[in-house]
């Protein structure tokens, strides 16, 4: 009775298959056949979408509605590289000056926006201006740190001026920033761009635009035929808000959904049984850890109590046996974590040692830190104040409340009192950024590059009232290290600087790192995927397609759009 | 009568200002600052949440926040939410639609059934099927409504495939014609109305029984016997009169009972209505939508109570000059 | 003269009030407890309610492993039931059978506490405004049916949405306080039938203070129906509360409940079904039983026989 070795082994070679499968469709040219054109795509998200405003989004799930309607003005290439192969999105071409401090992009002159006006220069400018603005509180402008300043050669020429020359130099500036139309939101106060009515209706370049969104339901996308790339194969995506894991299960199965991300063992069980649906599955990029918060909660001012002692979360960490954790939830779905990086990442490091479990040390360390257990009780003191503390954790997340259960009991026989505090995602973020947690059960898709751990780990975000170091994690040391990873202008240098700041954050345990855990996707078999991207599966849904002979009946509906 | 409609819908008022009254004391007695999360989540820069607190008078004395609740409310303004990222009551407009459907279907389903069960039951009082019905609505009525609908789910939607797992409408549901529109939404509202009809059914049908067996030992009962009426004229035309009036009472006094029940069985089925709001808003701790549902749900039920009471008062007369 | 029956009518809200029977008395307790006593079914539920009452307050001894415990995440998860364990293990790898026998002492006791809260408000409101009568009583009641047309779901999660953590303690006073209004009105009408009769008439011409007259001769005839209402009231009680519990908002997560255990075993159902089935049963029977013995008491306590069960 073992069939998480089965699952194992099963799911390896399904990998190997079914990815290098993906990649066969990437390469092959898209023929403008009009026997791929046609189709619907129905997809689950789990949270509904609050702001589609590109520099608001937050949520994967917003993400994922966010690439089909907006574009970037590149595109990253299918072996995802940073530094190459990229292509053409709203920029049909590029080149580099001044010695490679300057990348200067030229617009398609057909690129349109859903409202038939035309993509201008000055479009990417106002963006640019968006993003870089702290009041709005782009969750990437980080990455825009290097970049100096963004000029208007023409009205359909811009130049992006660098302070110096770095590998992902273009990564950044072409591929992070999704281009919002300026002729719609200029009028709109950026202090107030949450309540925009933007979010709701969006207006974008994309190959998708929105058709309908009926509320804690679906958002409807329709190809958007006079697309000046191409009309996506497509006909529909349909993105169906259901959080609950068990409805999805069910839903797939008599066919009302076609693409699902499944995130536990005993689905991806029902799921794989069944013969229409193929997997698909991902190198890992989403990592979740347990965020100590080192400020007192509602009172950013002081030390916590608790946490803002390294011993402490030390203790803790010791103490918890992630590997029982991870297996038990998951079999073999996730591995532990390493740090804040995920080991499909460039420049992570499997080699870096953690902290290991050790239950006596943890129950020693405990002791001399005067965490004594009174006579006759179950949880420990120091000065009459209890080992007590909460687990933020998002109740969308079964995963996550399941781990925070088993840490729970782990944490039971040390004399550690563990509350769950289950709250819905969108209420988890605010707490979050008002720090108003004990230990937050954060996840993050870890970024292809390192520059990205800036916005959440150093000391200016530290600092940052807005910022995203929810934690108020704070050592110039790891600071030091990452900046020189991220100027590093070759890879061998990039990685052993890399190795060093990562080895310093995971032994000043801000976090306890739980688990990274695979992208599995079940994708009804009648799709043809294209340009899956191991960050973004989603990417290139503009060029998935339904052969003729393989469509169901919803499939043949054509673009008739609904009644209002 | 009119005076009677006249006093019942003023009691009708005074007890939704009372409800109002006390969700605002619930309100301002709760630890915390329930409003910081969902003003700090629609906006992040101080001066726009120093503007908005100021807006809704968060930092004014008790009794002008009071009047200020109090205009708010009869306007319609419920306060930002946190779920719906905007104005609560927008939210709530279009849930409450979704209840009223789930609960009037279920309402006249378990009404017309339990009746008429409740009458065949007394027709054959005593008989091996009357004690087995009698079993079997024993059962159903104390079956807790989350686990009927979790059983019904599994099996007849789960399992069979016979009806779908949830949601008031298909994906595709816009694109389908309007006979299919019809038949999808029945579909979709037929297992989650079943859940709550069941449950009425069975405890109508045993309060309608015993009802009625109360009223046809009657004298105008025996006479209309004695002349030769048929048993089941006399159950359905001469008792079943008189013996409605305690169930048209019973229906409008579990109206609360039954939108609670609503509660459960919308969250089971993702039927999106009133009570899924309410289960949703409280994983965002969202209070605006949440002391909406209630004062929404007051609102209906009291406006139901008003109806079953005037349709006693036309059947009974004597009840008006109560 | 038409005789009305005194029932408490709604099984599943004992908010209902009763008609108090005019023209009969309620039988005296040896009368009433024979009666019971030959009734099978009510019986049947009496023994039921008993067995969880014991299997609750002895469930340290009695449940085979401890509720809590994570017995081998990765080799005992959700296993099916067996001898090793009857009612087989959840996702986490405990054992079921313990937690819902340890699930009876929560829900059991919280049922049984706020029941006891809320009867004891509700009697004590009731007849206050029932006995002093006049505008008082108007005053008092309008506020109660106010307090009945809040649906008490949707009340419920009010109070848990504004303060956030709910723990046991915290549960039981708020369905204590969300209980009682019912009960009042039930009371307040008994109490204002009983002001009529006789014994009190003759009580207060001898000069009886009021709390004499409430206590000896007023209160012993609201017990019964109080009983009653009592009785469904912790079927229904236990279902509000499991149901919360599954909701996210009732018992908090690692103290077994029987909604927990139900809000656990839907994770992946079809990996371990018998987790929502034996809860069910479990709760299920509770109710039954609750049903079966508060109707067991009203049969017993009519002033009027019905014809054979």
């Known amino acids: 009775m073992r069939p998480s070795i089965r699952l194992h082994a099963g799911t390896r070679l399904l990998a190997c298959v079914l990815v290098s499968a993906a990649a066969c469709d990437g390469r092959t040219p898209a023929a403008a056949d009009a026997d791929t054109v046609g189709g ?9 979408p609050r702001f589609l405003l590109p520099p608001l989004i937050s949520l994967i799930d917003e993400q994922m509605v966010g690439d089909q309607i907006f574009e970037p003005l590149a595109r990253m290439g299918d072996d995802g590289r940073l530094d190459r192969d990229f292509r053409p999105a709203l920029a049909d071409s590029w080149s580099w000056e001044n010695d490679s401090t300057t990348i200067v992009f030229r617009l398609n002159p057909n690129a349109r926006w859903h409202d038939g006006k035309a993509v201008r220069a000055s479009d990417v400018r106002f963006t640019y201006d968006l993003c870089v603005d702290p009041v709005v509180g782009w969750k990437d402008r980080e990455y825009f740190a290097r970049i100096d300043s963004l000029t208007v050669r023409d009205s359909l020429t811009v130049a992006f001026w660098f302070r110096s020359r770095y590998p992902e130099q273009f990564f950044d500036a072409a591929t992070r920033m ?112 347990l965020l100590f918060n080192t400020r007192a909660r509602n009172q950013r001012s002081r030390p916590h109590p608790l946490f803002s002692d390294l011993a402490l979360r030390r203790a803790l960490t010791m103490a918890l046996d992630r590997d029982l954790l991870v297996r038990g939830q998951f079999d073999s779905l996730a591995a532990v974590a390493i740090g804040p990086m995920t080991r499909a990442q460039a420049l992570a490091d499997s080699t870096i040692a953690g902290i290991p479990y050790d239950s006596s040390g943890a129950a020693r360390l405990l002791d001399s830190l005067g965490w004594k257990l009174p006579a006759g009780k179950y949880v420990r003191e120091r000065g009459a104040k209890p080992l007590a503390f909460s687990i933020l954790v998002p109740s969308i ?58 916005a959440y780990w150093t000391v200016a975000s530290a600092r940052q009232p807005n910022g995203q170091n929810f934690s108020r994690y704070e050592n110039p040391i790891f600071d030091a290290h990452l900046d020189s990873a991220v100027g590093a202008t070759d890879a061998a240098t990039a990685k052993a600087h890399a190795k060093q700041a990562f080895s310093t954050i995971i032994a000043d345990v801000p976090a306890v790192w739980v688990y990274e855990v695979r992208t599995v996707q079940m994708i009804h078999k009648r799709f043809r995927t294209a340009h899956v991207l191991p960050t973004a599966w989603w990417a290139g849904l503009a060029d998935w397609s339904i052969p ?4 169901i009946p919803r499939d043949r509906l054509g673009l008739k759009l609904a009644a209002r | 009568m009119r005076r009677f409609i006249l006093r019942r819908l003023l009691h009708g008022v005074a007890v939704i200002f009372i409800a ?19 003003l700090e989540s629609l906006a992040t820069d101080p001066r726009v949440l120093a503007a908005r607190r100021a807006a809704y008078g968060l930092d004014r004395p008790l009794a002008e926040q009071y009047v200020r609740f109090l205009t708010r409310l009869v306007t319609g303004d419920l306060g ?82 016979l009806f779908p797992t949830g949601g008031a409408t298909d994906y595709m549901h816009d694109l ?40 046809l030992p009657q004298d105008y009962v025996r006479t209309a016997r004695a002349k030769g009426v048929g048993e089941r004229q006399l159950v359905w035309r001469h008792a079943l009169r008189n013996a409605l009036v305690p169930t048209i009472v019973l229906v409008g006094l579990s109206l609360p009972a039954l939108l609670g029940g609503a509660v459960f069985v919308e969250r089971v089925f993702a039927w999106p209505g009133m009570g899924r709001l309410a289960a949703d808003a409280y994983d965002a701790r969202d209070y605006p939508i949440v002391l909406g549902a209630t004062l929404v749900g007051t609102a209906l039920v009291t406006i139901g109570g008003i109806a079953t009471d005037v349709l006693h008062a036309i059947v009974d007369p004597r009840v008006r000059s109560r | 003269m038409r005789p009305s029956r005194f029932d408490a009518a709604a099984l599943h809200d004992a908010s209902v009030p009763a008609q108090v029977a005019d023209g009969g008395t309620i039988p005296p307790a040896r009368v009433a407890w024979r009666a019971f006593a030959r009734d099978r079914s009510a019986v049947g539920g009496v023994i039921i309610l008993l067995l969880l009452a014991v299997m609750a307050i002895l469930a340290d001894h009695i449940a085979p492993y401890n509720p809590r415990a994570l017995l081998d995440p990765i080799r005992l998860k959700n296993v099916a039931p067996s001898l090793d364990f009857p009612f087989g293990t959840d996702q986490f790898s405990r054992d079921v059978l313990s937690r819902v026998i340890h699930g009876a002492r929560v829900s059991l006791a919280v049922a049984f506490l706020s029941v006891i809260a809320a009867a004891t408000v509700g009697t004590a409101y009731g007849a206050i405004a029932g006995y002093i009568g006049g505008w008082i009583d108007s005053a008092m009641m309008r506020f109660v049916d106010a307090l009945l047309a809040i649906p008490r779901v949707l009340l419920l999660i009010a109070v848990a949405t504004l303060w956030g953590k709910v723990d046991v303690v915290g549960l039981v006073v708020l369905l204590g306080v969300t ?38 001769h007023i209160l012993p005839q609201v017990a019964s129906p109080v009983l009653v209402a009592a009785t469904l009231a912790i079927g229904n009680v236990v279902v509000i509360e499991s149901g919360l519990t599954f909701l996210g908002m009732g018992v908090p997560q690692d103290t077994p409940s029987w909604g927990g255990l139900f809000r656990d075993g839907m994770d992946a159902y079809t990996a371990h079904w018998w987790v929502p089935l034996f809860t069910g049963v479990a709760l299920v029977a509770t109710v039954l039983a609750a049903n079966l013995v508060a109707d067991g008491l009203r049969q017993a306590l009519s002033p009027r026989q019905l014809p054979a069960r």
């Open chain 1, 397 to 454: 997340s079964r995963n996550r409340m399941g781990i925070a259960v088993r840490i729970q009991e782990a944490l039971r026989p040390f004399g550690v009192d563990v509350s769950i505090d289950a709250i819905e995602p969108n209420a988890f973020f605010a707490k979050m950024r008002a720090g108003d947690f004990d230990v937050a059960f954060d996840g993050r898709k870890a970024d292809l590059s390192v520059s990205g751990l800036k």
């Open chain 3, 179 to 216: 209980g009682w209004f019912g009960v009042s009105r039930l009371v307040r009408s008994l109490v204002i039938g009983a002001s009529e009769d006789e014994f009190v008439t003759a009580a207060r011409a001898l000069g009886a203070g009021h709390i004499r007259i409430l206590t000896l």
């Open chain 1, 548 to 551: 003729s002979n393989e469509r």
């Open chain 1, 40 to 48: 619907s795509l129905i997809t689950a998200i789990q949270a509904e």
């Open chain 1, 178 to 289: 999704l281009i919002v139309p300026e002729h719609v939101l200029a009028s709109e106060p950026r202090a107030t761009l949450q309540t925009s009515s933007f979010n709701r209706a969006p207006i974008g370049s994309g190959r998708f635009r929105l058709a309908k969104w009926t509320p804690n339901a679906s958002i409807e996308l329709v190809a958007d035929t006079t697309h000046y790339r191409g009309r996506a194969k497509l006909d529909r995506v349909i993105f169906a808000v259901t959080p609950d894991a068990n409805a999805v299960t069910a839903r797939v199965a008599s066919g009302e959904l076609d693409v699902v991300a499944v995130s536990s063992p005993e689905h991806f069980r029902t799921l794989a049984a069944r013969p229409e649906l193929k997997a698909q599955i991902l190198p890992a990029f989403d990592y979740t850890f």
């Open chain 2, 20 to 38: 109002t009254t006390l969700s605002f004391f619930l309100v301002h007695l709760a630890p915390g600052d329930p409003f910081s999360s969902s």
């Open chain 2, 176 to 215: 389908m014609s309007p006979g299919e529109r019809i038949v999808d939404r029945l579909r979709h509202l037929a297992l989650p109305a079943l859940t709550l009809a069941l449950l009425s059914a069975a405890s109508i049908a045993r309060y309608q029984r015993a009802a009625l067996l109360d009223v």
């Open chain 2, 80 to 161: 930002p939410s946190i779920l719906a990222a905007g104005p609560a009551e927008d939210a709530l407009a279009a849930a409450i639609p979704n209840t009223l459907v789930l609960m009037g279907t279920a309402l006249a389903l378990g009404l017309i059934a339990g009746v008429a069960l409740g009458a065949w039951q007394a027709m054959r009082v005593g008989s091996r099927a009357d004690r087995a019905v009698d079993t079997a609505s024993l059962v159903v009525a104390s079956l807790p409504e989350f686990w009927l609908g979790l059983l019904l789910l599994l099996l007849l939607a789960g399992k069979f495939r």
